[in-house]
């Protein structure tokens, strides 16, 4: 009979196997799972700071999976990038979103993150002017996030990426902003319309005098060059609150929508009402 320690061993070999395994798995349904119907999009609202109202919404990806239920996107867009599959499913979710936003009475923008592999492919700004068009939605009413990690790559080809996105009129957003390695200068070359704080920064807000320090330099930086920021996962109305002081320009956030199906957001989907 085997010792202990080897069952041991054995035993951790195989459950390193079984993972490794499931994400085979994983991969080979993902690539059926467009086809099959499973992949939806969630809205959450994004609103200015000052006033409350609501000024878009971003979308977010969910899978919904025959047997192990709904699956983050966190753990199948890695997958989707490794097998090339996030290309199909990139442009299925800008054609979903921008027909969904063109349907709405109120002109809300609608926010779509891009991988990165997605971004380096060069149809996509193709895909994206063709898709308005088909639709009747106005670029400007699309904005494009992007993350640093992008751009870090090949900051050239990532500036004549930019750009070309820019000539077709949408807006672009910068994400998780503060998270890379962005500097002054860095900022200035790429054409941004928004930051995006990550919310890893506002999570420490009341009880972190640096986490403020940091949020009040990166909202003066943002401001400094011209472009709105918006801070992101504001959880609290304490968050919010010291985020006005401050003046951030909009908020996005579990305090004042969480991501759920559009139909849950018809009030604001609706003709607004200030008229
Ligand atoms: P992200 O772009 O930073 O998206 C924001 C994430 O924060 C979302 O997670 C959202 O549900 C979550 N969130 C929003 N407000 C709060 C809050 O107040 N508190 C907390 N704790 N979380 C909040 P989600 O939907 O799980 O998405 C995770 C990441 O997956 C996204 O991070 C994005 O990088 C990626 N992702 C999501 N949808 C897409 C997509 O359509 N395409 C691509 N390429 N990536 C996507
Ligand atoms: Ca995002
Ligand atoms: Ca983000
Ligand atoms: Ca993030």
């Known amino acids: 009979a085997k010792s202990i320690g080897r069952g041991t061993y054995c035993f951790y070999e195989e459950s390193v196997d079984k ?8 991969k080979l349904e993902l690539s059926g799972a467009l086809e099959r119907g499973e992949l939806f999009l969630l809205y959450q609202p994004q609103f200015d700071c000052d006033t409350g109202v ?4 971003e979308v977010l990806v969910r899978w919904r999976h025959a047997e192990r239920g709904i699956i983050s996107p966190a753990e199948f867009i890695p997958l989707a990038e490794e097998t090339g ?15 969904e936003a063109a ?16 971004f380096l492919e ?15 939605l106005a670029p400007r009413r699309l904005e494009l996030e992007i993350t640093e990690g992008v751009l870090i790559e090949d900051e050239e080809r990532a500036l004549d990426m930019l750009r070309t996105l820019k000539e077709k ?20 070359q790429f054409p941004f319309d928004k930051l995006k704080i990550d919310r890893s920064f506002i999570i420490n807000l009341q009880s972190d005098p640096q986490a403020l320090g940091i949020v009040k330099g990166m ?17 609290t109305e304490s968050q919010l609150a010291m985020l006005r002081l401050e003046h951030g320009d909009e908020v996005q956030g579990f305090f004042t929508g969480k991501p759920k199906s559009i139909a849950d957001y018809a009030s ?8």
């Open 19 to 26: 993972a490794q395994e499931d994400r085979r798995k994983l």
């Open 54 to 57: 609501a000024t878009g919404f």
């Open 85 to 99: 599959a996030i290309v199909e499913i990139g442009n299925w979710i800008i054609d979903e979103a921008c027909k």
């Open 103 to 118: 349907s709405w009475e109120n002109p809300l923008r609608v926010a779509v993150n891009l991988s990165p592999v997605q």
């Open 122 to 136: 060069d149809h996509l700004a193709g895909y994206i002017a063709d898709t308005l068009q088909r639709h009747g």
């Open 169 to 188: 009129g949408v807006l672009l957003a910068m994400d998780d902003f503060g998270t890379g390695y962005s500097s002054l200068s860095y900022l200035r």
């Open 219 to 235: 909202i003066g930086l943002g401001h400094g060059l011209d472009i709105p920021v918006l801070a992101e996962g504001v959880e």
């Open 268 to 275: 604001l989907t609706k003709a607004s009402e200030k008229q």
